[in-house]
């Protein structure tokens, strides 16, 4: 069995700021990749910011990967961690301002699909027996309370206002399974699952961002958004997502932290 690329899509959440997301498939494997906004001037990777900057080296270690999905994604921390050492420009100011990114991966092993993931990214799988999340069902009740909890329209204030900034810093200095520098940090972390797989069974790839349809907004379930892109696509996706944001834009119906995240999705079949 190989995967075959249906379709992707990539939206970054202004137009203005570059897209720290990555996606990418082979014909084994495939990956989605969620830079975390930088909370920093960039400086410590030179220009770039810290989250393209890890996005790009740990996409370019998958596209150059292959084999058992465990063994690939050792391979492609250690990867990132000598990329790191080889790069930075200087010694970062705090734990914050380290690189730090979610990521999903799934590899066809045999008769069966292994997935691995850290942080938020989301993997769903529509088979003869259904619609299932391969990674954990996501919920984003606690970020919607902390980010109402900085008060209304956080978001539209953009995640650089002061008070942002600071609540974030904190956070990221709480442990948390993410792609990061570390290599060991990262393989500790990382969580992966197994599951039957068939010729014709569809899987979806995707970024919080894009997510957002169904863990913030609701719009969809998992089982309704794949009967949708199975109908229409991705793009239509696209637009309704842009559209609930925009007039939501002050980010009191949905608070959150950016008015618009980048959004990334990557569809594949088996065949």
Same mark, same amino acid.
């Given at each position: ?50 989250? @393209?900057? &890890?996005?790009?080296? $740990?996409?370019? *270690?998958? %596209? #150059?990967?292959?084999?058992?999905? /465990?063994? !690939?994604?050792? +391979? ?100 948390? @399974?993410? &792609?990061?520098?570390? $290599?060991?940090? *990262?393989? %500790? #972390?990382?969580?992966?699952?197994? /599951?039957? !797989?068939?010729? +014709? ?71």
């Amino acid at each position: 069995m190989h995967f075959d690329l249906i379709q992707t899509l990539s939206l970054a959440g202004k137009n203005s700021v570059p897209n720290d997301d990555r996606i990418g498939s082979a014909e084994q494997h495939a990956w989605v990749i969620d830079g975390a906004t930088d909370l920093g001037e960039p400086g410590l990777m030179g220009e770039r910011g810290g989250a @393209a900057w &890890l996005a790009g080296s $740990a996409h370019r *270690a998958f %596209a #150059g990967a292959s084999g058992p999905l /465990a063994e !690939l994604c050792n +391979g492609v921390f250690d990867r990132v961690a000598a990329d790191y050492a080889r790069d930075r420009q200087r010694e970062p100011v705090a734990h914050w301002e380290l690189p730090r990114a979610s990521l999903a991966a799934v590899a066809i092993e045999g008769e069966s699909l292994a997935c691995g993931h850290l942080g938020d990214c989301v993997v769903i799988h529509r088979s003869a027996s259904g619609v299932a999340f391969l990674t954990p069902e996501p919920n984003r009740d606690t970020e919607q309370a902390e980010a109402a909890a900085l008060g209304p329209g956080t978001g539209a204030d953009n995640v650089r206002s002061a008070h942002v900034l600071a609540d974030r810093r904190a956070a990221r200095e709480r442990p948390k @399974a993410v &792609l990061s520098v570390d $290599a060991e940090q *990262a393989k %500790a #972390g990382m969580h992966y699952a197994r /599951a039957p !797989l068939a010729r +014709g069974d569809d899987l979806l790839l995707m970024t919080d961002g894009f997510a957002a349809l169904f863990d913030t907004y609701r719009h969809y379930d998992a089982a309704t958004l794949v009967a949708r892109v199975l109908e229409s696509g991705l793009l239509p996706l696209a637009a309704e997502l842009r559209r609930i944001e925009l007039e939501d834009a002050a980010c009191l119906r949905y608070p959150r932290f950016k008015a618009s995240d980048d959004a990334s999705v990557i569809w594949l079949r088996v065949g």
